[in-house]
């Protein structure tokens, strides 16, 4: 298995731009999360996705953000105007629970976001 | 709500010591799951053992072990014979039944081995 695939793996863009984060979750497992990762908030989560659906979008910081998941091997995390106090390192995550119940994610190699 | 707490921001260790990271955790929830990550320079994100909340006995993975102590509310992540790799960033996490399989990290603990 390839593991949780994230694209790209930096990004550098200026404010105001459209930035688009991409994640290929491990085939089978139905829940997928998107943390942001920085010095001062440390891992925040995003939201996240159970069999597609949005569960949990109480993290996602304004409405600048949003989040999709298509389908079962693709999900999307799209910042929109983008501002300098975004850049982050972003990763998605994915796990097949047991029982319901998720023993570990398995995380991609992140997004480095830079706004300038 | 879920709360961890790593209090040590920085810890050093000589080569072929073992070492503790502390994690405390505060939760309501009569059922969770202890997680530890490894975070290494190069910033993926690697697993490294789970402790049940109604585990009787501590996890153990090759040189880790997870140190826990249920009353006390902590889940300690001892690692026996240090090595030059294990210098990282130290995350512990925790799932409690009431928020799904959403997981609450805590700010981290660097680790640095000492030849």
């Known amino acids: 298995d390839a593991g949780v695939i994230q694209s790209p793996r930096h990004e550098v863009t200026e404010m105001g731009q459209e930035v688009t984060l991409r994640c290929k979750p491990i085939?089978?497992?139905?829940?997928l999360f998107w943390y942001r990762q920085t010095m001062m908030r440390g891992l925040e989560l995003l939201i996240y996705?159970?069999?597609?659906?949005?569960?949990?979008d109480s993290g996602m910081p304004e409405d600048r953000f949003s989040a999709k998941m298509p389908n079962a091997s693709f999900s999307t995390l799209k910042i929109q105007p983008s501002e300098p106090r975004d850049s982050a390192v972003y990763f998605c995550?994915?796990?097949?629970?047991?029982?319901?119940?998720?023993?570990?994610?398995?995380f991609g190699s992140g997004t480095r976001l830079t706004v300038v | 709500a879920q709360k961890i707490t790593q209090t040590q921001p920085g810890m050093f260790v000589q080569e072929k010591e073992a070492v503790t990271l502390d994690c405390t955790y505060d939760?309501?929830?009569?059922?969770?799951?202890l997680f530890w990550y490894k975070q290494p320079s190069s910033g993926e994100m690697i697993f490294l053992i789970y402790?049940?909340?109604?585990?009787?006995q501590n996890a153990t993975e090759g040189r880790y072990s997870l140190n826990f102590q249920k009353a006390r509310k902590s889940a300690n992540l001892v690692i026996s014979a240090s090595q030059l790799g294990d210098s990282a960033m130290y995350f512990c996490?925790?799932?409690?039944?009431?928020?799904?399989?959403?997981?609450?990290f805590g700010t981290g603990t660097s680790l640095t081995v000492i030849p």
């Open positions: 995550a994915s796990c097949q629970p047991g029982q319901g119940v998720c023993y570990g994610y398995t």
């Open positions: 085939s089978g497992h139905d829940y």
């Open positions: 996705f159970n069999n597609n659906v949005p569960i949990d």
């Open positions: 939760t309501s929830d009569p059922s969770y799951g």
């Open positions: 402790q049940g909340s109604y585990d009787q």
């Open positions: 996490a925790m799932r409690g039944t009431s928020t799904g399989n959403q997981f609450y």
